[in-house]
């Protein structure tokens, strides 16, 4: 299994950089020296184009700029413009995590029910719109619910379980 950390946009000088839009929460983990990544033609896909590993990375006015082991000029990069990079889920290590943190897709799929017991749906996306997270849930035969993961919201979050505790703040219903 595969999970998506970015996208390269473009190419950046004359020198092989690739310019990326991150969409991991640990860009300077997934894009390291060394760290290994596979490029994918779509997020659809389910089998890697090539393989590759990063040679250097610098964030630059919101992207991350990276260069690849063995490419060094922009006439062998230019075949990437637009390729999916995804990070191979043995790849993946708790030790990136803090206590209390999680990987998305740990996170999406998970049932949240309220402190009452009430089901409420399910978690079918993430968004980082700034200083908080918010889950998207998605309740059966109603409106999405935009829950922000802040604590005084999320309580308990079980993955054996599949499930998340939460307490709605008035207003969040």
Do not use: C
């Not at 230019?78 to 206590?99: I, R």
């Amino acid at each position: 299994m595969y999970y998506k950390v970015g996208t390269i946009v473009n190419t950046h000088g004359i020198r092989g950089e690739l310019r990326v839009v991150a969409t991991t929460d640990f860009p300077e983990q997934r894009f390291k020296k060394g760290s290994r990544l596979a490029l994918f033609k779509n997020d659809q896909d389910t089998k890697p184009v090539d393989t590759i590993t990063i040679k250097s990375s610098r964030p630059h006015k919101g992207f991350i700029l990276i260069t690849l082991d063995g490419y060094d000029n922009i006439n062998d990069v230019l075949k990437y413009k637009g390729m999916v990079l995804k990070v191979a889920e043995e790849n993946l290590s708790d030790d990136d995590l803090d206590d209390g943190q999680y990987y998305y897709h740990q996170i999406i799929g998970l049932n949240v029910v309220t402190v009452d017991g009430e089901t409420l749906g399910t978690i079918k996306e993430i968004m980082a719109p700034g200083a908080n997270d918010v889950w998207v849930v998605d309740r059966p035969g109603k409106d999405d619910l935009l829950l922000p993961v802040i604590d005084q919201v999320v309580k308990k979050i079980d993955l054996s379980a599949g499930q998340v505790t939460v307490e709605l703040m008035e207003g969040l219903e």
